[in-house]
């Protein structure tokens, strides 16, 4: 959570500089999930880049949500749809990492589990730019820094991961697809590029070293106050549930 406070920060001071104040970098953090998004948000509307272009370019980076959720969707096979709906339509790239991560290891790890960390991560996110739109306001500090933060985030990303076999793969074949962009002279679309065949090639990775992982129920807090069904238990007319 404090990684949101530290990047959120700088977020809500370039959204002071678009002329929100700290009710409006609230709302927009806690209904506008995407801090990259947002970050590109504040940065183009300072440039005065046009509503259309803005619109293109955030929704072009966000392509990476689909990914993010189309990986999850396996472990949620179980999961009721309002559940599912909730999770996927609340996951970052932070909290993608972290559910993947604690799903991969610990079996007692559910839906439930991961929806709250998605939602605990919108709070920390929000709370934090609603300090930096109170500070933008305030001090004079320097937009060219606050900017650099979304890319620092993503550096200290890539360092906390264990380096395995398939995250090398990842990061090789992201940086592979940024420069073959860059050398084609499509500059403005190497990262999302980049991105996106990074997300893909974990996906595929994913998919290919837990091929029976959609097999498999998502565990859930409430097994717990649900008993299973027992092949002695009597039946009777209307009293199978399913």
């Not at 947002?38 to 966000?62: D, E, T």
């Not at 189309?70 to 749809?81: E, M, V």
């Not at 604690?102 to 929806?115: G, L, V």
Request: glycine fraction near 8%; aromatic fraction near 6%; proline fraction near 7%.
């Amino acid at each position: 959570m404090l990684g949101y406070v530290v990047i959120g920060i700088p977020a809500g001071i370039l959204e002071a500089q678009m002329g929100l104040n700290a009710p409006m970098a609230f709302f927009l953090s806690a209904t506008y999930y995407s801090g990259a998004g947002q970050f590109m948000l504040a940065n183009m509307w300072i440039a005065g880049q046009s509503p259309l272009s803005i619109a293109l370019s955030i929704s072009l980076v966000n392509l990476r949500q689909l990914l993010y959720s189309a990986s999850l969707a396996p472990r949620l096979a179980t999961t009721p749809a309002p559940l599912k709906a909730l999770c996927t339509a609340t996951v970052t790239d932070e909290s993608f990492g972290v559910n993947t991560s604690r799903f991969a290891q610990d079996p007692t790890w559910s839906a439930t589990d991961a929806t709250l960390t998605n939602i605990l991560s919108m709070l920390a996110w929000a709370s934090a730019n609603t300090l930096g739109a109170i500070a933008g306001d305030i001090l004079p500090i320097s937009t060219a820094v606050a900017s650099f933060a979304m890319t620092s985030i993503f550096i200290c990303l890539l360092l906390t991961q264990t380096f395995t076999t398939p995250t090398i793969l990842v990061v090789a074949v992201s940086a592979l697809v940024v420069i073959i962009c860059k050398l084609a002279g499509l500059g403005s679309m190497a990262i999302v590029a980049g991105a996106l065949a990074g997300v893909a090639a974990g996906v595929i990775l994913d998919i290919h070293q837990n091929p029976s992982a959609a097999e498999k129920p998502a565990p859930s807090h409430l097994d717990a106050s649900h008993p299973s069904h027992t092949p002695d238990a009597p039946s009777t007319p209307g009293g199978d549930r399913q």
